[in-house]
């Protein structure tokens, strides 16, 4: 499946995306995972983004571009890919379309994962990640079996940097100013599938259903 995941930081866009990875063998795209992979390995790339990051602020439009266009052209995309975090805005919408025209690749949807604010807020604040492998646990919901340790692959589980209380309150912001008004971009379109996301397996299933498997 070819799907672009919208929703706000902590909606669940990763761990969703992760359980669809499973279904059909997609590859996620998390733009997030492949900048703090580039900051961890002190990359050209991480030491642009890093400063921006570390702020809870978007990285320019044009690094994520130069990223992306390489990225969809991989041979793991064939079987189709998940886009977790990406587009974050409107150009990188526009842009996104052309590549994808340029590329002849069509989407099956644009899914926009809705959650309360609340609920966000409560679910960054206690969301932990592995260092190592990217996955995701909650303190309060799935902690890891030994804490400060990942279950999947022995890495070191910890607290984002920019998940402390003002960067997730920057983000927030940033969200609403930037991204939330992809939602209106795609709803234009008439490609957009708007799902109450509050269990991520609700919004599996959904998902499901709408592309048919
Ligand atoms: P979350 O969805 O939890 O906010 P991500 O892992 O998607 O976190 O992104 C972390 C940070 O990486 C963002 O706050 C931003 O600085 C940068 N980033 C990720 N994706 C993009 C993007 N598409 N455009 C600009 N910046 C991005
Ligand atoms: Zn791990």
């Given at each position: 499946?070819?799907?672009?995941?919208?929703?706000?930081?902590?909606?669940?866009?990763?761990?969703?995306?992760?359980?669809?990875?499973?279904?059909?063998?997609?590859?996620?795209?998390?733009?997030?995972?492949?900048?703090?992979?580039?900051?961890?390995?002190?990359?050209?790339?991480?030491?642009?983004?890093?400063?921006?990051?570390?702020?809870?602020?978007?990285?320019?439009?044009?690094?994520?571009?130069?990223?992306?266009?390489?990225?969809?052209?991989?041979?793991?995309?064939?079987?189709?890919?998940?886009?977790?975090?990406?587009?974050?805005?409107?150009?990188?919408?526009?842009?996104?379309?052309?590549?994808?025209?340029?590329?002849?690749?069509?989407?099956?949807?644009?899914?926009?994962?809705?959650v309360p604010r609340d609920v966000?807020?409560?679910?960054?604040?206690?969301?932990?990640?592995?260092?190592?492998?990217?996955?995701?646990?909650?303190?309060?919901?799935?902690?890891?079996?030994?804490?400060?340790?990942?279950?999947?692959?022995?890495?070191?589980?910890?607290?984002?940097?920019?998940?402390?209380?003002?960067?997730?309150?920057?983000?927030?912001?940033?969200f609403e100013e930037q991204t939330?008004?992809?939602?209106?971009?795609?709803?234009?379109?008439?490609?957009?599938?708007?799902?109450?996301?509050?269990?991520?397996?609700?919004?599996?299933?959904?998902?499901?259903?709408?592309?048919?498997?």
């Amino acid at each position: 499946m070819r799907l672009i995941l919208l929703g706000a930081p902590g909606a669940g866009k990763g761990t969703v995306a992760k359980l669809l990875t499973d279904i059909d063998g997609s590859v996620q795209i998390s733009t997030g995972d492949i900048l703090r992979a580039a900051v961890k390995e002190g990359t050209e790339l991480g030491k642009k983004a890093e400063s921006f990051m570390k702020a809870g602020e978007l990285v320019p439009d044009q690094l994520i571009m130069d990223i992306m266009g390489e990225r969809l052209q991989e041979d793991d995309c064939q079987k189709g890919f998940l886009l977790d975090g990406f587009p974050r805005t409107i150009p990188q919408a526009e842009a996104l379309k052309e590549l994808l025209e340029k590329l002849n690749i069509q989407l099956d949807g644009v899914i926009n994962l809705d959650v309360p604010r609340d609920v966000i807020l409560d679910r960054l604040t206690t969301r932990r990640t592995c260092v190592d492998c990217g996955a995701i646990y909650n303190v309060k919901s799935s902690p890891t079996k030994v804490e400060g340790v990942c279950d999947a692959c022995g890495g070191k589980v910890v607290q984002r940097d920019d998940e402390t209380e003002e960067a997730i309150s920057k983000r927030l912001d940033v969200f609403e100013e930037q991204t939330a008004p992809l939602v209106g971009f795609y709803q234009k379109a008439g490609n957009l599938v708007n799902i109450n996301a509050t269990s991520s397996q609700v919004v599996v299933d959904t998902i499901k259903t709408h592309v048919g498997i």
